[in-house]
């Protein structure tokens, strides 16, 4: 099966070249990788135009979002197989034919995902997927019974073999994200399932995850084959709790607010969390001084804590000042670890 890899990229010039090598390294002859320039300001065009690689296409649009450049890259795709990487990131050897020969094996699997390693600041934390999301089973608990990649793959069991766990975590998936968009291979044929939203800053890709997780099983392969780095600028998704609140409000109802058979045995579940992210979005709005929207949001809002709707009737200025020196008492004491863990995500 031919794999197309997908790398979507807005002013990342400086670290690209990582993301387009360690892709190009792994590709077969058939093989292409895409990369979508959303619209850079940069070096960007000159970087891409020195490959001689005809594997490489490279497509140029306006600035849309990362959303936007993913859906180009997946509409343009000529393979049977969809691999996405952002471009701040770098895939491990051996990524693309370690889910290729699964995909190949299991014709029911219509997407899978791996585990990662994030780097900041020089310093590596494995197995980041246990802290990506917030879902305290296992991974039993939450797919299925694992089985041994070489039974999967027809291959000799090895000293590097490794669980594989095949399943449905369509409403798991509405609670906590448990994809890392650099892990994902997905099936061509999925067709419009493989949409990320457009017109948010950040969770595009959970839309995207969610679409997939029902229409089909997942697999998830308990290894790292990619690398998220950290790093001070801006990323593509990067926001504050309320535009996060905003985005994961529009998700849930693009997904499972529109999916009437999963509502009929979910409602409840769908209803309270809805509710806790409004709870979340105000608490955005108040942190950002913006306290006469918090007050009509919570006007539209049930079980609002009674400190938030203390905090709403101080004046915005004064909002500002108090949260601005929570901020600061809080990074005091922060780590490059715990600042990973906010800005992944």
């Known amino acids: 099966m031919n794999v197309s ?4 990229t807005f002013n990342r010039s400086k670290v ?41 296409r490279y497509i140029q649009q306006a600035n849309s979002g990362a959303g936007a450049a993913r859906n180009r890259g997946a509409a343009e795709a000529r393979g049977e197989l969809l691999a996405f990487l952002d471009s701040d990131d770098e895939w491990l050897p051996g990524k693309l034919e370690l889910q290729r020969r699964l995909m190949e094996s299991r014709p029911d699997v219509l997407f899978c995902f791996t585990d990662f390693i994030r780097e900041y600041g020089g310093r590596q934390h494995r197995r980041s997927i246990s802290s990506w999301h917030t879902d305290t089973r296992s991974w039993q608990e ?13 291959e000799p069991k090895s000293d590097g073999d490794f669980a594989v766990f095949i399943g449905d975590i369509y409403l798991g998936e509405m609670f906590t994200n448990y994809i890392l968009t650099s892990s ?15 017109g948010v800053r950040t969770f595009e890709d959970w ?13 998830y392969l308990d290894i790292e084959t990619a690398i998220q780095y950290g790093h001070e600028g801006p990323r593509l998704t990067d926001a504050d709790l309320f535009t996060c609140s905003e985005a994961r409000l529009v998700v849930l109802q693009n997904v499972w ?12 579940k769908y209803a309270e969390l809805v509710r806790q992210v409004k ?5 955005g709005l108040l942190s950002l001084g913006r ?32 949260l601005a020196l929570r901020r600061a008492v809080r990074d005091r004491v922060s780590t490059p670890k715990s600042k990973l863990s906010l800005e992944a995500h």
């Open 5 to 8: 890899s997908i790398i979507p």
């Open 16 to 56: 690209l070249a990582r993301a387009i090598e360690s892709a190009l390294s792994q590709l077969r002859p058939s093989d292409e990788l895409i990369v979508v320039d959303d619209g850079s300001t940069d070096g960007t065009p000159e970087l891409l135009r020195s490959y001689a690689d005809s594997r490489l």
């Open 142 to 154: 939450i797919i299925g019974v694992p089985i041994d990649y070489s039974t999967i793959t027809g």
């Open 184 to 198: 994902l291979m997905v099936r061509k044929s999925a067709g419009d399932a493989i949409h990320f939203t457009v």
């Open 207 to 219: 839309e995207c995850f969610g679409r997939l997780a029902a229409r089909g099983n997942a697999a």
């Open 257 to 268: 607010g529109s999916d009437r058979a999963f509502l009929a045995s979910h409602g409840q």
């Open 279 to 283: 709870i979340d979005r105000i608490r």
């Open 291 to 322: 306290t006469q929207e918090a007050r009509k949001a919570i006007a539209f809002a049930d079980k609002v804590p009674l400190g938030y709707r203390l905090i709403a009737g101080l004046p915005s200025e004064l909002t500002r000042r108090l």
